[in-house]
């Protein structure tokens, strides 16, 4: 998670970026719509994941 992400204490993580930091980097680089916290400004499209378990 980056560090300036404005998360409460009671947040449960779901799961971890193993590969692809490049991308979620490039996402947050782009920036958010209205400013401080809300959706990425940059269209996002999932096309794949992996689960393990």
């Known amino acids: ?5 404005n998360i409460p204490p009671a947040y449960t993580v779901l799961g971890r970026v193993v590969e692809g ?5 490039a996402i947050v680089a782009g920036g958010i ?6 959706e990425p400004a940059l ?3 999932i096309e794949d994941v992996e689960i393990d378990g």
């Open 1 to 5: 998670m980056h560090s300036h992400a």
């Open 43 to 45: 269209p996002v499209e």
């Open 33 to 38: 719509v209205g400013g401080e916290d809300g």
């Open 21 to 25: 930091m490049d991308v979620l980097d």
